[in-house]
T-cell receptor
């Protein structure tokens, strides 16, 4: 079974600074997707960024980028120019081959990110 | 409309009660999901419906009974729950990944359930 590990239960950063959240995973599969979701106090899970395992290029979405190291099974999230609205719980997630077209996500334990003004 | 709507937002029930959680989406998604999230923990998958048929059941106790009456609606029927079942119950939907592989899950804001 696949496992996802986030070793940082909590992180904090000054507003406008850069922060990196760590994630490692364990799998024997070669075809999979990785995701970062954020969960603000509203409790809704929101997709931040995704990476396909067969793509070597790291994904970027505005201020969010990833460092995907497939051999090391590492998938870190970098947030640049941190904003107060970035404060949330961040979950790293793994998705393997769809089951009957549906997605089965395995989440890490989460990292609570605090932005200091 | 790109929302997944869950009702109620909060629910308190006794161990002998029967209640239902409701989830609705109008995005044409044919996969719908129930997740359970305990406080300060990640979401855990409970059930998945594909084309209104149960495709994944993660060995959930029978006191939780899912139902997908049509392509827009997903219910979770609750009966004889235990206090340890208190959690946030999240619903999600997505297109089925037949041809396009990059579709994301759309989550609702959840129902916070307390079992007394």
């Amino acid at each position: 079974a696949q496992t996802v590990t986030q070793s940082q239960p909590e992180m904090s950063v000054q507003e406008a600074e850069t922060v990196t959240l760590s994630c490692t995973y364990d799998t024997s599969e070669s075809d999979y997707y990785l995701f970062w979701y954020k969960q603000p106090p509203s409790r809704q899970m929101i997709l931040v960024i995704r990476q396909e395992a067969y793509k070597q290029q790291n994904a970027t979405e505005n201020r969010f980028s990833v460092n995907f190291q497939k051999a090391a099974k590492s998938f870190s999230l970098k947030i640049s120019d941190s904003q107060l609205g970035d404060a949330a719980m961040y979950f790293c997630a793994y998705r393997s081959v769809p089951i009957q077209g549906a997605q089965k996500l395995v989440f890490g334990q989460g990292t609570r990110l605090t932005i200091n003004p | 409309d790109t929302e997944v709507t869950q009702t109620p937002k909060h629910l308190v029930m006794g161990m002998t009660n029967k209640k239902s959680l409701k989830c609705e989406q109008h995005m044409g998604h044919r996969a719908m999901y129930w997740y359970k999230q305990k406080a300060k923990k990640p979401p855990e998958l409970m059930f998945v419906y594909s084309y209104e048929k149960l495709s994944i059941n993660e060995s959930v106790p029978s006191r939780f009974s899912p139902e997908c009456p049509n392509s827009s609606l997903l219910n979770l029927h609750l009966h004889a729950l235990q206090p340890e079942d208190s959690a946030l119950y999240l619903c999600a939907s997505s297109p089925l990944l037949r041809q396009r592989r990059e579709e994301k899950l759309f989550f609702g804001s959840g129902t916070q359930l307390s079992v007394l």
